[in-house]
């Protein structure tokens, strides 16, 4: 199970967003997607931390074990979305978390 | 550019069946796994089955087993969803998805939406 939070986050353009996706047991395979409304989610990151193709560098991926974090580094007015994390770990199922909404304050 | 588009979404009655399918381009479509997705509107994802290139593995969610029924046409491109025993809990947007090593979606189509009601 992936346990994302907070549920929303109100924040301005230009500030630092900080999101986070827990796991119930450890895993090594985490990856993020950014999902904007009538959308298909969009691939940020996999392998915890490496940054797809196209992926603008103020995107960051980090942890480990259970605990896991997407940064923006600075907002902007395209980064408001909702993002997902997605664990990869067992191969036989992936899991995804429940999403984080990142809005404007 | 991979281009993923979905079809044969729809309306139908719960314990009908449908088959979603998936046109890709762009890529050597016989080297890569492929997966579909869904989404209930509003809510989160949920991977729903995935299968390698040659069809040799084939994942299911657990939700899913026995109903549904992941297929390939390599030689056209398509990936498809066979859909059977639908209840009102499958009503979701499905996305296909190219599936990297059977593990992440690197790119998705648009969805489609089915709607199982009476």
Known sequence: ?105 | EVHLAESGGGLVQPGGSLRLSCAASGFTFSDHWMAWVRQVPGKGLEWVANMKPDGTMIFYVASVKGRFTISRDNANNLVYLQMSGLRAEDSAVYFCARDVNGGYFDNWGQGTLVTVSS
Do not use: N
């Open chain 1, 1 to 105: 199970v992936l346990t994302q939070s907070p549920g929303t986050l109100s924040l301005s353009p230009g500030e630092r967003a900080t999101l986070s996706c827990r796991a119930s047991q450890i895993i090594r395979k985490l990856a993020w997607y950014q999902q904007k409304p009538g959308q298909a989610p969009r691939l940020l990151m996999y392998g915890v931390s490496t940054r797809a193709t196209g992926i603008p560098e103020r995107f960051s991926g980090s942890g480990s074990g259970t605990d896991f974090t997407l940064t923006i580094s600075r907002l902007e007015p395209e980064d408001f979305a909702v993002y997902h994390c997605q664990e990869y770990e067992f191969g036989v199922s992936k899991t995804f978390g429940q999403g984080t909404k990142v809005e404007i304050k």
